[in-house]
């Protein structure tokens, strides 16, 4: 291992063997293990180390072949991941097969699945936003405290226990501790009570990755450094004999100390050494330290967990005449496992309140709203994981947690919203690109601030802006109604400076500077999830004047728009960059009218649609957009374009432009990888056919036009990046990159 407990690696192979360990919801456990007189009552105390952990499941199918009983196991990091998972009644069984086959993007990804993420920040998606949020607090700017929140993590956590809701360790068929760091007060903390889940979670706290866990009012995070491998607790708990095991942390090499970043994990390294070798020192003659060696495997290693928790048991196997003198005869210890695995019985009671705590600024009745779950129902597990992820999602909230709670003969549901500390205001910033590698690029950079929360229905105010071939500036206020978001006002203000090219063939011969001053107000109503509807009016002006190249078309300045508009939006796609599954539509309306002062009359109409299906690695996506006028003819500040990367590839971005709007695509996606915390790379095609009709520039004709491509796509930390060609009707051709979507 080479990175160290406080790298991003150790986050994500720390995520990777969460996941392994993942077993199906039970309920709380009732009995506890205890050793009959006469024999050793036998500590498992498992240390920390990345996913390096996994080596522990090896190590234990060892000792279940050996007949070797557990009495009670102690964890810290990793370690207390496996050993909660064997305390709650897990078999090696279930935590081999999910080594194999559970994912880690599970884990890592603290938003819920995009489609339960509510319709505003869904829209968040479109812009390419670079870098992290940045919060602005009382004039002062922060970053939050970790890169991964926890929640995601947290929700695998529940389905890794068998034992649900707050109970005491000794109460679970074998006895468990968890091993966590007071941040505040650098003192060890041994977790005894609570729920099993959240233990674990505070173990393995990686410190500037995984954001601090709250557990009975301190801030706790990763065990390692003042405990790796906790020996004394596994004595103080029940150890007559502790089997330890510590599957290493070890040092970078010269060459490797490269940045200040590398120093720093390297310090942490030897602190982290010197408690392990403390720890072993307290070990007696009677006790066993298992040491594993893992040459070739880091702490990052996730997709080598199988291969890591062999090399485990091929180490404790070196181990079996040391371990044979706690062996107990078969039929012993097979009634000694039947009992460590029977699941505890399910409390089906139903829930009398729901509770939300610990917020300032948030209303709780819009926190309530948002979740499925309900007073008066049994608690269902996968249901209230869903209502976190939810929560979370929002886009509000530091940590969300739930515990349930007997108070007053009532049983109280209380979820836990902690509030971003770095908020409520933020800042972000994106980028796009797109080229085809000849004189035909542009650029975009833009920047967003959003400050949040201004009233008690969660009053918003979001500011817009843009640089590069379009500039922008944007602001609305969005206002809910009503607490549960179902209506809303906005007004809204903007100004727009874009240009229109005009082609004859692949040749650009004009450019035409477009520039609007827009105010208008909508009511709407959101869809929850799914979607969202608007209706609104609008007024302002518009130029649309002679840039370069010859005058095609009368320029037109000073004109006055006043226009009803309405929307419809649907949005159930997975993901807005690599959509795999679902399905999402929008259908725009601008009636521009007189006596709303506006100077031209028409009623425009536009819609897209896009629909993806995957069965395993492969992707199938349907596109089509259209649209015209419904009256009236469309000025040329408001007409259609086509051309580009996959709108109609092998012509020139923005190529043909027009009055009316036919297009449709299938897209092929194959995909080559799967990264943590991004989407993957991809191999695609597409094939593509479209029209503008009444187009602007005659010479282009309004035939139907074909065309299609081959590309290499990828999500990078920059953004989802493509490197394409394109061949289209009448020998058009061209070369594509583009960061940002098509």
């Known amino acids: 291992m080479r990175a160290l407990p406080y790298s991003l690696p150790s986050a994500i192979a720390a995520a990777a063997l969460t996941l392994a360990l993942s077993v199906p919801p039970a309920a709380q456990a009732q009995a506890s293990t205890q050793a009959k007189p006469g024999r050793p009552r036998v500590a498992l105390v498992l240390g920390g180390g990345g996913a390096r952990g996994a080596a522990h499941v090896g190590v234990l199918k060892v000792l279940e072949e050996l007949r070797i009983p557990v009495d009670c196991v102690v964890g810290t990091s990793m370690g207390s ?8 009644g897990s ?130 995070v990763d065990g390692m450094v003042v405990r790796n491998v906790p020996v004394d607790i596994g004595r103080e708990l029940c150890g007559d004999v502790v089997i330890a095991v510590d599957v290493g942390t070890p040092l970078m090499k010269r060459s490797e100390l490269t940045s200040l970043l590398a120093v720093s994990q ?22 066993i330290l298992i040491r594993i060696d893992l040459p070739g495997f880091t702490v990052a290693d996730f997709d080598r967990l199988p291969a890591i928790a062999a090399e485990g048991e091929k180490a404790a196997r070196g181990f079996a005449d040391e371990l044979a003198r706690l062996a107990l005869p078969p039929q012993a210890f097979a009634a000694l496992r039947a009992r460590q695995i029977v699941p505890p019985a399910l409390d089906t009671r139903p829930i009398d309140e729901i509770r939300v705590v610990g917020l300032e600024r948030v209303n709780p009745a819009v926190v309530e709203h948002a979740m499925e779950t309900r007073a008066g129902e049994a608690p269902d597990p996968s249901k209230l994981d869903r209502d976190m992820q939810r929560i979370y999602g929002s886009g509000d909230f530091e940590h969300v947690d739930y515990r349930l709670i007997e108070e007053k003969g009532k049983r109280v549901l209380a979820v836990q919203a902690l509030e971003k500390s770095w908020g409520p205001n933020y800042l972000r910033f994106g980028l796009t690109l797109s080229s085809d590698f000849t004189t035909n690029s542009y650029f975009n950079l833009l920047g967003s601030y959003r400050a ?35 209506l809303f006002v906005a007004p809204r203000v903007e100004v727009e400076r874009s240009p229109i090219d005009l082609f004859v063939g692949q040749q650009r011969v004009a450019r035409y500077d477009v520039r609007y001053g827009r105010v208008g107000l909508d009511l709407g109503t959101q869809l929850t999830r799914y979607g969202e509807v608007r209706l609104g009016v609008l007024a302002g002006t518009v130029d649309a004047e002679l840039d370069t190249g010859p005058s095609i078309v009368r320029p037109q300045s000073d004109v006055r728009q006043g226009a009803y508009t309405a929307r419809l939006k649907f949005d159930q796609l997975d993901s807005l960059d690599f959509p795999r599954r679902g399905v999402g539509a929008t259908v725009h309306l601008f009636s521009s009218r007189a006596h709303l002062g506006a100077d031209d009359t028409y009623t425009k109409w536009e819609a897209d649609a896009l629909g993806a299906y995957s069965i395993g690695d492969h992707t199938l996506q349907l596109g089509a957009k259209a649209g015209g006028a419904l009256s009236g003819e469309l000025p040329l500040y408001d007409q259609f374009s086509l051309g580009g990367f996959q709108q109609l590839s092998g012509f020139k971005t923005f190529q043909l432009y027009g009055r009316d709007l036919q297009f449709g695509r299938a897209t092929y996606l194959y995909r080559l990888s799967q990264g943590g915390f991004l989407e993957g790379a991809y191999l695609g095609a597409s094939l593509e056919a479209g029209r503008i009709a009444k187009p602007l520039v005659a010479a282009n004709g309004s035939d139907w036009q074909h065309g ?30 583009l960061l940002g979507r098509p």
């Open 91 to 220: 078999t090696i069984a279930d935590m081999d097969a999910l080594i194999r086959s559970v994912g880690l993007r599970d884990v890592i990804a603290d938003d819920p699945p995009r489609r339960e993420k509510p319709i505003r920040r869904k829209a968040d998606d479109a812009r390419n936003y670079i870098g992290p949020e940045i919060g602005v607090r009382e004039g002062e700017f922060g970053l939050q405290p970790g890169v991964v929140s926890g929640v995601g993590l947290e929700a695998v956590l529940r389905r890794a226990v068998k034992a649900k809701g707050y109970i005491d360790f000794d109460r679970l068929p074998i006895p468990f501790r968890a091993v966590a760091t007071d941040i505040e007060s650098g003192e060890m903390v041994v977790i005894d009570r609570g729920e099993v889940a959240s233990a674990m979670r505070a173990s393995l706290a990686i410190p500037g990755v995984i954001a601090p866990a709250h557990v009975g009012g301190r801030l706790l």
């Open 452 to 486: 949040t929360w201004l009233n008690r229905l969660g009053g918003e105010f979001r500011a817009d802006a843009q640089v590069g071939r379009t500039n922008r500036l944007a602001g609305e206020f969005y206002q809910p109604l009503v607490a549960n978001r179902y």
């Open 708 to 737: 299609g491509s081959l590309f290499l796509a990828a999500d990078t930390p920059l953004g989802p990046v493509y490197v394409g060609y394109g061949i289209a009707s009448g020998g058009n051709r061209s070369a594509y990159f």
């Open 81 to 88: 991941i496996v050993a909660g998972a064997y305390a709650t």
């Open 266 to 287: 390297q310090m942490l390294s030897i602190l982290t050494n010197q408690n392990v070798e403390r720890s072993v020192a307290q070990l007696t003659p009677s006790d």
